[in-house]
């Protein structure tokens, strides 16, 4: 029909498992990045403390901060600045949240809030710019949700993981434990090693030309004639296939249908088929048994 | 004699088209679209459904380009400027996500309307020539889009990624005023396309990294000033809805952005909007309860902004499934007796049939086979949440991810074939709690997408929620729809395609290729006598037309 424009950047869902990005709201998130666009909220300078843009602090600077907030505001205000028994929340305060380099933070200080049960505080103007920062860098790690540091998650149970391994999960049919996977525990942590459990391919496997991988999709796609080709899966939709041959040769084939017939083969169906069976203490196991193997 | 009265009719005729040049007639808002594009989703029901036949079964064939326009956002020479922000250093302006039209296009008296986020144009209907451009210098806030323009008489009204409504003259482009609807500081960000309602323009906004409560309010179209305003919590114990709720502190942090323009039933007098997930977002344990009105269905009454009722698709929601998803209106036909309706495939993947008078759930289906994270539903029709799916520190495994079985881009509701029609994706990913504190901030917890099984356009049956067909697509996924008395479904296809179907039973009747994917729903309006398709894809709009 009509075609015009760039060439098309595919992402494909059905085989690599990537969540198609168009339809996010929250920027940040692995199911939320806008299609084919920047992976995370872009840095826009000169818009401080919203939309995903905040302020860089240095270690000495925070740690002060830290220090001084801990040794005179946490009564109040909790350790975290989340609130305590009689101070409130600074982290989720219009005042703190409306501050660039401490000039409204100080002020509050320097009055106090007598009213409300708050002394004044004689502070340097350095010291208020050291508790800014803490409270500007603690909103932050409460905000950018993508430096939140996932904890220990080694709760599973490692002969529960063999036996799954070796029995129900089907695993052994792949992969060997003094193969493939030998000193895969010394390779990985616990949280990529899950990860890489539940989804072993990472980003996109086609539109690369070079660079063949293990986890790549390939294709036989034989045509009316019989004339058969073989190839790394480029791009599918429903009107074209594109792959790449052992040469290094693009072939590219319009769908009408099904015509060409296309077999596609996909190492990682196993792990895909597995999203539909496994129970969450299942994928527990897995990971506590696959970090012993050092 | 003759000439004389000829003239006269001329005068008459040709006199309110002057007066009229930009103005939109109220009375456009209450039929199916067929001459313009007057609103979001062309009518109030938001069933992108249209009248039209002119482009059919028959001669989809010949659908042919008629013109290309492509958007420039951003600080360009000639544009008209307005903000509170500071200039743009070289190099900004545009879109750190890059250009994608995310709005459809309003399309009135020869004139299209659209947005990106910050910018604003009128383009000429006919050929696609730019007639002005407004951009707006921000303070901030998340540029991830922009759903488009409301339009009252001669004026338009979009929304800031800084939270401002901004008013332009239709004609000129000139700015009439702005009003800021909320704290860009406290992390709100806006999106939704104001919907016009009599004299109320229906502002909604979003916001889900600092804890912030929801609202939906009306703005006088004349003056800009706040005629109500519902917040999507109640604010005090003894309020409707406070039971469910911890305390008045969680209730005043709680989420349920309204980021998704709603839909209007004038007899009803009734505005129906979806609202979104409760705050902190993926860590509940500071707000234990079902948390009303977050992932809630609400109908609110257009004169005062009060509830008449509200459905909670996803109670105690922790995986950021809003259900602000388009509310689609129509009349049907349940147990042989004609309802009122109004259905929803929710972010959640359960497809939602509810009485639009009463609020009453009828039908509630999963339509998402890899669904799994309910145990049914309970005697209202509500899903049922498994506890042990909630986000925990060594990770559980959650189909649909946050970015749900469907998402913002509009459905569609053919009333010729009784089918629903909707984009929806199978996907799964791991939900880490990492914030464990009594008082988690934010979103509390990591998601690691773990696969899926692609993207599919469904025709759903809105008397069983059952899928009637399917079709999966090998590449990406899919996009907003429109359906048609043509007998036509247009859809993108996550490949960079503008995709027809049959509507009956799903057959792919034309493709084109497009620049980018589609980036909302198309939208179509009969003009000088001629049938224009119209698309957004990446940065351009692509007009279609029948070949002569």
């Given amino acids: ?106 002020k509050v200080l320097q009055n106090g809030r007598v009213d409300k049960g708050m002394p004044k505080f004689n502070f340097s103007p350095d010291q208020v710019a050291d508790i800014s920062a803490f409270l500007h860098d603690s909103v932050r790690a409460a905000a950018e949700r993508g430096t939140y540091k996932i904890l220990d998650i080694l709760v599973g149970d490692p002969k529960a993981g063999q036996a799954y391994f070796n029995g129900a999960g089907g695993c052994t049919g792949c992969h060997s434990v003094t193969g493939d996977l030998a000193h895969v525990g010394s390779k990985y942590d616990a949280v990529n090693l899950q990860q890489k459990i539940v989804m072993p391919r990472e980003g996109r496997q086609f539109g690369r030309r070079s660079g063949k991988s293990p986890t790549d999709v390939t294709a036989t796609v034989t045509l009316p004639t019989g004339e058969v080709f073989n190839g790394t899966l480029e791009k599918m939709d429903d009107f074209a296939i594109a792959i790449v041959d052992q040469n290094g040769d693009y072939h590219s084939f319009a769908r009408d249908g099904d015509v060409p017939k296309i077999e596609l083969h996909d190492p990682m169906k196993g792990h895909t088929e597995l999203l539909k069976r496994y129970t969450d203490a299942d994928i527990h196991n897995l990971t506590a048994y696959l970090v012993t193997l050092k | 004699m003759r000439t004389a009265r000829s003239l006269f009719a001329i005068c008459l005729a040709a006199l309110p088209g002057v007066l009229a040049a930009q103005m939109l007639d109220p009375s456009l808002l209450l039929k199916p679209p067929t001459n313009a594009w007057p609103t979001y989703n062309g009518d109030y029901s938001g069933r992108r459904f249209s009248t039209l036949s002119q482009i059919n079964q028959s001669n989809i064939k010949n659908l042919n380009l008629a013109w290309i326009y492509r958007a420039n956002p951003g600080e360009t020479p000639g544009a008209k400027v307005g903000g509170e922000g500071p200039p743009p250093k070289p190099g900004q302006g545009g879109n750190p996500f890059g250009v994608s039209i995310k709005a459809t296009p309003l399309m009135v008296n020869g004139v299209l309307y659209f947005t990106t986020p910050d910018n604003t144009w009128a383009v000429d209907a006919r050929t696609g020539t730019e007639l002005w451009h ?295 990913s791991v939900f880490y709690l990492t914030d464990t504190d009594p008082h988690p901030e934010g979103y509390g917890a990591a998601e690691k997408a773990s696969g899926g099984l692609g993207s599919t356009l469904r025709a759903i049956d809105y008397k069983t929620g059952k899928t009637v067909w399917r079709h999966d697509f090998p590449g990406g996924g899919t996009t907003g729809l429109l359906t048609t008395a043509g007998k036509l479904l247009f859809a993108g296809d996550g490949s960079n395609h503008l995709v027809v179907f049959d509507p009956a039973n799903g057959k792919i009747l034309w493709h084109a290729g497009l620049g980018g994917n589609v980036g909302n729903g198309p939208e179509t309006y009969l003009l000088d006598g001629k049938q224009y398709l119209v698309v957004g894809a990446g940065d351009s709009l692509y007009a279609f037309t029948l070949a002569q």
């Fill in chain 1, 1 to 106: 029909m009509i075609d015009f424009g760039r060439p098309a950047r595919v992402a494909l869902v059905l085989l690599s498992g990537i969540v198609p990005q168009v339809w996010s709201q929250t920027p940040g998130g692995p199911a939320s990045k806008p299609a084919d666009q920047t992976p995370a909220p872009a840095r826009r300078a000169g818009f401080a403390g919203a939309g995903g843009d905040y302020k860089q602090y240095d270690e000495a600077t925070l740690d002060r901060g830290k220090r001084t907030y801990s040794a005179n505001c946490a009564f109040c205000h909790g350790g975290n600045a989340k609130g305590g028994e009689s101070g409130p929340d600074l982290l989720r305060s219009v005042t703190v949240l409306h501050d660039e380099n401490g000039e409204l933070i100080g």
């Fill in chain 2, 134 to 428: 407004y951009f707006w210098r921000t303070r901030g806030g998340i540029h991830i889009g922009n759903r488009g323009v409301g339009m009252y008489g001669n004026w338009l009204y979009f929304e800031t990624p800084d939270n401002y409504l901004v008013s332009l003259d239709a004609k000129t482009g000139k700015e009439r005023w702005h009003k800021e609807i909320a704290d860009v500081k406290q992390e709100y960000f806006s999106t939704p396309a104001p919907i016009v309602v009599g004299n109320h323009v229906i502002v909604g906004t979003g916001g889900d990294s600092l804890d912030v409560p929801g609202f939906l309010e009306a703005h006088d179209p004349e003056t800009g000033e706040i005629q109500w305003k519902w917040w999507s919590e109640p604010m005090k114990k003894g309020d409707l809805g406070a039971e469910s709720w911890p305390d008045e502190y969680s209730m005043r942090h709680g989420g349920g952005m309204t980021w998704i323009p709603g839909t209007y039933d004038p007899e009803l007098k009734l505005y129906y909007v979806g609202t979104g997930n409760p705050n902190p977002v993926m860590a509940g344990q500071s707000r234990k309860g079902d948390d009303l009105f977050t992932c809630s269905i609400v109908a609110l009454d257009i004169e005062t902004g009060k509830m008449r009722w509200y459905f909670q698709a996803s109670p105690h929601d922790t995986h950021d499934w809003d259900a602000a998803q388009t509310p689609v209106l129509f009349d049907g036909v349940i147990d042989g007796k004609p309802r009122k309706l109004l259905a929803q495939a929710n972010r959640n993947g359960y497809f939602f049939v509810l009485d639009r008078e009463t609020g009453k759930d009828i039908v509630s289906y999963p339509f998402l086979e890899t669904m799994n994270w309910s145990k049914g539903v309970d005697s209202m029709g509500r899903p049922i949440p498994n506890p042990e799916k909630e986000p925990q520190v060594p990770g559980v495994l959650v189909s649909p991810p946050s970015g749900g079985a469907t998402n913002w881009p509009p459905p569609s509701f053919d009333p010729e074939t009784g089918l629903f029609y909707v984009g929806t994706s199978a996907s799964y």
